[in-house]
């Protein structure tokens, strides 16, 4: 199993520019969840989905939009980048615990 | 906010065990301790979790005391590998639909 795969490692946006980050995962899980990571502090969730075509809105959703067409994809969109979106966003799914991506390094200048 | 209170950072020497200490006076009695690692950027690590019997697996112990107030995670022959921010974090069941609400951690270092 390759676990929780995400695309891209890295990625620099200018302001205003759109972009997709990009999560599979081969665990069959219901639950998938999206982090985001700033300096020095923990993981905050932005938006999380319990299964195929439902999602809902985690503690820092403004900015981001999710879907969840197949159980394996949980893609998340970045509208109109603004700097107060560099972080390092980290996709997971879960049974009991959660199993999590490499991450992606994102900086908006 | 976190419900748990940890150190922001302790050492611990190479071979010995390093024991992370952890406060989660409002702990509800249906939620679970859970304890993950992150090593520099990389993803969190799953550890291990209980709810009120100590536990035990092949990276580490966890000991919850009888009031379920505060746990400890033991890993038992700390390695240079085992630098990393440990999460201890209180919840339902693996985060459910809720996600998980991380802190800040305790930066555990490794000393040679």
């Known amino acids: 199993n390759a676990g929780v795969t995400q695309t891209p490692k890295f990625r620099i946006l200018k302001i205003g520019q759109s972009m997709t980050l990009q999560c599979t995962q081969d665990?069959?899980?219901?639950?998938m969840y999206w982090y985001r990571q700033d300096p020095g502090m923990g993981l905050k969730l932005i938006y999380y989905s319990v299964g195929a075509g439902i999602t809902d809105k985690g503690e820092v959703p403004n900015g981001y939009n999710v879907s969840r067409s197949t159980t394996e994809d949980f893609p998340l969109r970045l509208e109109l980048a603004a700097p107060s979106q560099t972080s390092v966003y980290f996709c997971a799914s879960s049974s009991y615990e959660q199993y999590f991506g490499p991450g992606t390094r994102l900086t908006v200048t | 906010d976190a419900k748990t209170t940890q150190p922001p950072s302790m050492d611990c020497a190479e071979g010995r065990a390093a024991n992370l200490p952890c406060n989660h006076s409002?702990?509800?009695?249906?939620?679970?301790v859970y304890w993950y690692r992150q090593i520099h950027s990389q993803g969190p690590q799953y550890i291990i979790h209980?709810?009120?019997n100590n536990e035990t697996n092949e990276m580490a112990s966890l000991i919850i005391t009888e009031d379920r107030k505060s746990s400890t995670l033991i890993l038992p022959h700390a390695t240079l590998r085992d630098t990393a921010v440990y999460y201890c974090i209180v919840e339902l069941s693996g985060g459910g639909a809720d996600g998980l609400t991380f802190g800040k951690g305790t930066h555990l270092i490794i000393q040679p």
């Open positions: 665990m069959n899980h219901n639950y």
């Open positions: 409002t702990i509800s009695g249906n939620e679970y």
């Open positions: 209980g709810l009120k």
